[in-house]
């Protein structure tokens, strides 16, 4: 089932930035995941504003891809850097409706933590 991981970043320090932004992106593949979106350009429409940097969505086949990507031990020391020079918040969403409204997603109910 695709799902879909956001990436949601309020950078502290930018030192670890240029180097993951040229890295990481080769990881994400190795594990069959892509970039749909990493970008700064960051404007809220409702509600109250995150101290948001950059948010970057990335679509992967399935749950157990990513979460291969977050334990690649290649990825370790990017994963370090950032936490050390960020604010960040992951998430993961799968590619359902909640409802079951949607006649072209598949119908989902919300799991509980």
């Known amino acids: 089932m695709t799902v879909y991981m956001i990436a949601d970043i309020k950078v502290t320090d930018g030192a670890w930035v ?4 040229a890295e990481v992106h080769h990881l994400v593949h190795k594990h069959g995941g892509k970039y749909l979106a990493r970008s700064g350009n960051v404007r809220t429409l409702e509600g109250k504003p995150l101290e948001t940097t950059l948010i970057a969505i990335l679509q992967f086949p399935a749950a157990s891809a990513v979460e291969a990507f977050l334990a690649d031990p290649a990825y370790a020391r990017f994963a370090r850097e950032r936490k050390a020079g960020s604010e960040s918040r992951f998430q993961l969403i799968d ?8 006649p072209y997603l598949v119908s989902g109910r919300a799991r509980a933590a």
């Open 95 to 102: 590619d359902t409706d909640v409802v079951g409204t949607i």
């Open 18 to 21: 240029a180097a993951y932004a």
